[in-house]
């Protein structure tokens, strides 16, 4: 009896994390970034937030993170202003 492999499938995790804004490769390989501290793609930086506009934030990212929350409500910010 032969072994069969597992047949891939992408399920939602894998969808929501491919679609996320910088899931994709970075645009510009020869002159990086290096603002920040470098976390595997992404750049890590600090930010001063007042506490309420804080709390806020943590009540709407509960389901996907703080960061995560935070990365996309730039990106679709940054996207109205092009």
Do not use: H, N
């Not at 899931?23 to 992404?42: F, L, S």
């Not at 937030?49 to 730039?74: H, N, P």
Request: proline content about 4%; aromatic content about 6%.
């Amino acid at each position: 009896m032969a072994i069969q492999k597992k047949p891939k499938t992408q399920d939602k995790t894998d969808a929501f994390m491919t679609g996320a804004p910088d899931a994709g490769a970075a645009t510009d390989k020869a002159a990086p970034y290096e603002k920040g501290i470098t976390k595997g793609k992404k750049r890590q930086v600090s930010i001063t937030i007042a506490g309420d506009l804080l709390r806020q934030v943590d009540e709407q990212a509960e389901a996907m993170g703080r960061s995560a929350f935070i990365s996309m409500t730039l990106y679709k910010a940054l996207k109205e202003y092009d």
